[in-house]
């Protein structure tokens, strides 16, 4: 089986691929299963018809979070048309800070119950992003990667409404000063990854470390073997894809790693259940 359980669309600010097109460039590429993930980051980002801080470099496009009103009734058109063809879910990537956590709670009581699958990313701490730079200025690489996993933990004890953790160790991408040696960030992965484990939250293999050209997978080695040592079985897969060139990339060679890695199986979710499917071989 192949599922690409993170997808981007031209519901996320920055991105400006049309549902159906992705739908239709999933079954172009035999996947069997594809989620729509868009994107949703309160602190930075404020809601759809508010008036946006910034406008994305890229495209131009508000930086907004989801339209919530439009994007719920689109993902139904699409599963509708494309039933029995493909496999189409419903899911939010929440970008969420500790002092964030109470609007996501307002969304998930508002539009919770649509949702097949919620990722849980950390793209920014106190509101400074990673992206541009403002987030690592003044910080040495050990408060880099230090304050990054902090938040994370600390998201993580006060917000239960997510299923998995996306690209988990995402700072790694904007690290300036280079590879940090997993010794010096074990103990705060390890604090991250036991609460996952006891709290039954899966971890996501993402595949835009391929396109990013990193040097490890994404989360790294590292961090799937600690997971897997504690006990995690719940891994998801997802390509991150923005546009068509990124949609479906790399699932059958990840499904691969994670075996090589010493898993048999990742899995996808339905109304947050998650089902087990064998990895290939």
Not at 8 to 15: G, M
Request: charged content about 25%; glycine content about 8%.
């Amino acid at each position: 089986m192949l599922a690409d359980f993170h997808v981007h669309t031209e519901f996320s600010d920055d991105s400006v691929y049309p549902m159906g097109q992705v739908a239709e460039g999933a079954l172009r590429l035999n996947l069997d299963a594809i989620c729509f993930c868009d994107h949703v980051d309160y602190g930075v980002k404020p809601d759809a018809g508010q008036p946006a801080l910034r406008h994305d470099p890229d495209n131009g496009k508000p930086v907004t979070n989801v339209d919530y009103a439009r994007y719920f009734p689109e993902v139904e058109r699409v599963r509708a048309e494309y039933d029995g063809r493909l496999d189409v879910r419903c899911g939010l990537e929440f970008g969420v800070q500790r002092h964030t956590v109470g609007e996501f709670e307002r969304v998930l009581d508002a539009w919770g119950d649509r949702l097949d699958f919620r990722l849980l990313s950390i793209h920014q701490v106190g509101d400074r992003e990673f992206w541009n730079g403002d987030y690592q200025q003044g910080r040495d690489q050990d408060g880099i990667h230090g304050a990054y996993y902090d938040e994370m933990l600390a998201v993580m004890e006060s917000f239960d409404g997510y299923d998995a953790l996306t690209h988990l160790d995402l700072v790694r991408r904007y690290d300036p000063f280079g590879p940090m040696p997993f010794d010096r960030v074990r103990d705060r992965v390890a604090a991250v990854l036991e609460h996952a484990v006891a709290h039954g939250k899966a971890i996501e293999l993402n595949t835009s470390s391929w396109r990013y050209r990193l040097d490890d997978l994404m989360p790294s080695t590292d961090v799937l073997r600690l997971y897997r040592d504690l006990g995690g079985t719940l891994v998801t897969l997802g390509s991150d894809s923005h546009k068509p060139s990124h949609l479906g990339s790399y699932l059958r060679v990840g499904q691969l790693m994670l075996r090589n890695l010493g898993f048999s199986e990742f899995v996808t979710y339905e109304r947050r259940v998650p089902t087990a499917h064998p990895l290939a071989s």
